[in-house]
Nanobody
Framework: QVQLVESGGGLVQPGGSLRLSCAAS????????MGWYRRAPENQRELVAI???????YYADSVKGRFTVSRDDAKNTVYLQMNSLKPEDTAVYYC????????WGQGTQVTVSS
């Protein structure tokens, strides 16, 4: 059974930065586009960013220019560098494939507040 484990969240002031990590059990990243998603309270889960196996990326308009997604397939890990954080970035962040085929992990809470 594939397991995705997200980490790196926390409480940060507006304008601050965080780096999230998503580690997968087993060698599942090979050629699989991976993404970061988030769900704010009372909202649906939304796509934040995608990174393909060749390094191509996609970002939601709300995070473009502030977030950077990357991957290390040798470590079965996907990263999300988040800069210039805003209160509206507050959410639980999850990783999964672009087609969301893996079981969801527990996510990591990001809270942006002064």
């Amino acid at each position: 059974q594939v397991q995705l484990v997200e980490s790196g969240g926390g409480l940060v002031q507006p304008g601050g930065s965080l780096r999230l990590s998503c580690a997968a059990s087993g060698n599942i990243f090979n050629r699989v586009p991976m993404g970061w998603y988030r769900r704010a309270p009372e909202n649906q889960r939304e796509l934040v960013a995608i990174v393909t196996s060749d390094g191509s990326t996609y970002y939601a308009d709300s995070v473009k220019g502030r977030f950077t997604v990357s991957r290390d397939d040798a470590k079965n890990t996907v990263y999300l560098q988040m800069n210039s954080l805003k209160p509206e970035d507050t959410a639980v962040y999850y990783c999964n494939s672009r087609n969301q085929v893996f079981p969801w992990g527990q996510g990591t809470q990001v809270t942006v507040s002064s």
